[in-house]
């Protein structure tokens, strides 16, 4: 290998690198992220329901599977949020049912996106007949329809939380691996990647060592949308009865009240928290992923670079095109 092709390959590993250490390590992306209105208030949301299942014990102590009184009871003093059909306290079963639903969130979450982002980032990198089966793979379970599948998966498999998580996983890692896939096949035709394979690399390192550090931000997006999805489709299954109904999650609050004809008889409280939880989660969560795009998205980037540079320059906002002095 020549001068210039050492120094092509030793300048490449870098940029290659780059975006992933700048990520974790730099100051900038956390300030941008924490400056982000959107997003301060969708991780504060997220974190008020996960530190109160984490703490679910001194948030509310007690069994929340404990017949507390009269079914149906009105919020009041003793009961904050009222009972449900089954006489039980719905603020903690609203406090417990948090750990189970965050955790088959984020749990089924992390395997779609761990399952897209290896046989999505393979099938883009090496193409030909390895390319032609695993894009046969994403594109079959995209064409089969995701509820009928996931209510077959659960209604024969031993009911649990790693049934549930198993099922999310296995139907919904497909539109992520596309994803994935078209962007690996982007990055494949860059310099660094054609340096990283003329100096005899392996393709594995070059697929997960180069490659996978510039799609950060396609992997933090997927990955906060799988956890919206699971949460999502672990309640309606709940909901539906085909997950343990001896659980205690957000899912099942909404089965029991049904099953107890709260809505027929006006009692919201039985169902509304645990709804609007999920609700919320899901809008925290879709803030988040709006704050994150603000730091990853090059065109975002710009606008809020020029934004910053008209503010140092005090210009005014006007339709025509500013003009700005070259010191600023």
Same mark, same amino acid.
């Not at 703490?55 to 599977?65: I, L, N, Q, R």
């Not at 649990?160 to 596309?178: M, Q, Y």
């Given at each position: 290998?020549?001068?210039m092709?050492?120094k092509?390959t030793?300048?490449?590993?870098?940029?290659?690198?780059r975006? !992933?250490r700048?990520?974790?390590?730099?100051?900038?992306?956390?300030?941008?992220l924490l400056g982000?209105s959107? #997003?301060?208030?969708g =991780?504060a949301i /997220?974190?008020? *329901?996960v530190?109160?299942a %984490?703490f #679910?014990p001194?948030v509310?102590?007690?069994d929340p599977k404990? +017949?507390?009184g009269?079914p149906n009871?009105? $919020?009041?003093a003793?009961f904050?949020?009222?009972?449900n $059909?089954?006489?039980k306290?719905?603020?903690?079963?609203?406090?417990?049912?948090?750990?189970l639903s965050? &955790?088959?969130?984020f749990?089924?979450?992390a395997?779609?996106?761990?399952?897209?982002? &290896?046989?999505?980032?393979i099938?883009?990198? +090496?193409?030909g007949?390895?390319d032609d089966?695993?894009?046969f793979a994403m594109?079959?379970f995209l /064409?089969?329809?995701?509820l $009928?599948?996931l209510?077959? %998966?659960s209604?024969?498999?031993?009911?649990?939380?790693t049934?549930?998580?198993?099922?999310?996983a296995?139907?919904g890692? #497909? =539109?992520?691996?596309?994803?994935?896939?078209?962007q690996?096949?982007?990055?494949r035709?860059?310099?660094? &990647?054609?340096a990283?394979?003329?100096?005899?690399?392996?393709? !594995?390192?070059?697929? *997960?060592i180069?490659i996978?550090p510039?799609m /950060?931000n396609?992997? &933090?997006?997927?990955?906060?949308?799988a956890?919206? +999805?699971?949460i999502?489709?672990?309640?309606?299954?709940?909901?539906?009865?085909?997950a343990?109904?001896?659980?205690?999650t957000w899912?099942?609050?909404l089965f029991?009240?049904?099953?107890?004809?709260? %809505?027929m008889?006006?009692?919201?409280?039985?169902f509304l928290?645990?709804?609007?939880?999920?609700? !919320?989660?899901?809008f925290? !969560?879709?803030l988040v992923?709006?704050g994150?795009d603000?730091?990853?998205n090059?065109?975002l980037i710009?606008?809020?670079n020029?934004?910053?540079?008209?503010?140092?320059a005090?210009?005014?906002?006007?339709?025509?095109t500013?003009?700005?002095p +070259?010191?600023h």
């Amino acid at each position: 290998m020549n001068e210039m092709d050492k120094k092509q390959t030793g300048e490449s590993k870098p940029s290659s690198q780059r975006s !992933l250490r700048q990520w974790l390590t730099g100051g900038s992306a956390l300030a941008t992220l924490l400056g982000s209105s959107k #997003a301060r208030f969708g =991780f504060a949301i /997220v974190m008020i *329901f996960v530190l109160a299942a %984490l703490f #679910a014990p001194w948030v509310s102590p007690g069994d929340p599977k404990k +017949y507390v009184g009269k079914p149906n009871q009105a $919020p009041s003093a003793k009961f904050i949020m009222g009972t449900n $059909p089954q006489g039980k306290d719905v603020f903690r079963q609203l406090v417990w049912g948090g750990r189970l639903s965050l &955790v088959i969130g984020f749990g089924s979450a992390a395997m779609m996106t761990l399952i897209a982002l &290896v046989i999505g980032m393979i099938a883009g990198f +090496y193409r030909g007949v390895v390319d032609d089966i695993l894009n046969f793979a994403m594109n079959l379970f995209l /064409v089969i329809p995701g509820l $009928p599948l996931l209510v077959l %998966l659960s209604a024969y498999l031993k009911p649990g939380t790693t049934t549930i998580i198993f099922a999310l996983a296995i139907t919904g890692w #497909a =539109f992520n691996g596309r994803i994935i896939r078209a962007q690996t096949m982007s990055l494949r035709e860059k310099d660094f &990647v054609a340096a990283a394979v003329v100096s005899g690399e392996p393709a !594995l390192k070059i697929i *997960f060592i180069h490659i996978l550090p510039n799609m /950060v931000n396609i992997l &933090v997006g997927g990955f906060i949308g799988a956890v919206i +999805y699971g949460i999502m489709a672990s309640t309606g299954l709940a909901f539906l009865g085909l997950a343990s109904t001896q659980d205690v999650t957000w899912g099942t609050n909404l089965f029991w009240a049904q099953n107890g004809g709260a %809505l027929m008889i006006g009692a919201w409280w039985a169902f509304l928290p645990s709804g609007l939880a999920v609700a !919320l989660v899901a809008f925290g !969560l879709a803030l988040v992923n709006y704050g994150m795009d603000e730091i990853t998205n090059p065109r975002l980037i710009a606008e809020r670079n020029i934004k910053t540079v008209l503010q140092r320059a005090r210009i005014p906002r006007t339709r025509a095109t500013p003009v700005v002095p +070259y010191e600023h």
